[in-house]
């Protein structure tokens, strides 16, 4: 009977998740095209025109000195987005409900959706490494840090969007966060600078934009370059912030918060 049970378990996180990933390449102009677009966008004016002005930031030349911020932003947005729009969407059509009358642990459900999230922005964060490289070669210090970053990260931000599609009760609630604080945090993040470069007033005020440390240990894992964040630290964070918000999903849902009327 427990073989059973496990074996109808990962049935069905298999059929969400595929569902999750259908979606995904079914409607590729609106989840992965943008981004790609906006990036290439961004490494044309910040890295080929205003990038030569600037010179070398941090002892790199600016176009690669952007690449880890415009990269770990995209996988932001796009993991972010990704859960958020698609579980509220959910939710709005009522299919969500079939779901949860379902024998189906909690942690299938959120995992489904979550895992969707993550693929997506690996994706886009892959493709927007490759456009890169049309515009300079890089080469990656460490791959296991820069992987380990991007996964966590995108955990992270899948996590939140599904707290968001979970708890939002009109699309409304869904497109702020993203418009209203993602974006800001992402450009105050340090994606186009050093936090070493800014004033110590300003560098105390950086620390607690939580965007920033995602950014600067992705910079270590793609350029080797150490910011005034200690990598060991913020990957230690990183990880305590990604159980803390699995654990607060988990028990949202078995509460049935923004899922009972």
């Known amino acids: 009977m427990n073989t059973i049970f496990k074996r109808f378990v990962w049935i069905a996180f298999y059929t969400l998740l595929s569902k999750e990933l259908k979606r995904i390449i079914r409607i590729w102009p609106q989840t992965i095209l943008p981004s790609v677009i906006t990036s290439s966008l961004y490494f044309i004016i910040f890295g080929n025109i205003i990038g030569k002005r600037i010179g070398s930031m941090g002892g790199f030349d600016y176009t690669m000195f952007v690449i880890p911020g415009l990269v770990m932003m995209s996988v932001i947005t796009n993991s972010y987005v990704n859960v958020a729009s698609s579980f509220f969407g959910s939710k709005f059509?009522?299919?969500?409900?079939?779901?949860?009358?379902?024998?189906?642990?909690?942690?299938?459900?959120?995992?489904?959706?979550?895992?969707?999230?993550?693929?997506?922005?690996?994706?886009?964060?892959?493709?927007?490494?490759?456009?890169?490289?049309?515009?300079?070669?890089?080469?990656?210090?460490?791959?296991?840090?820069?992987?380990?970053?991007?996964?966590?990260?995108a955990f992270i931000f899948s996590m939140t969007g599904f707290l968001n599609g979970l708890l939002a009760s009109k699309f409304d609630d869904v497109n702020i966060i993203p418009t209203f604080i993602l974006t800001p945090l992402s450009y105050l993040g340090g994606v186009f600078y050093s936090i070493s470069a800014l004033p110590p007033f300003w560098q105390k005020i950086s620390y607690f934009n939580p965007v920033i440390y995602e950014i600067s240990a992705f910079r270590f894992g793609i350029l080797g370059y150490k910011d005034s964040i200690d990598i060991i630290y913020t990957l230690t964070v990183m990880i305590i912030i990604a159980v803390l918000l699995f654990v607060l999903c988990i028990k949202l849902l078995k509460l049935g918060k923004g899922l009972k009327t």
Do not use: D, K, N
């Open 93 to 153: 059509c009522g299919s969500i409900e079939e779901v949860l009358v379902a024998p189906v642990p909690e942690w299938v459900l959120l995992l489904s959706y979550v895992m969707g999230g993550v693929i997506r922005g690996m994706i886009v964060a892959t493709l927007v490494m490759l456009v890169s490289m049309v515009f300079t070669s890089i080469t990656v210090y460490s791959w296991s840090i820069t992987v380990m970053v991007m996964l966590i990260t």
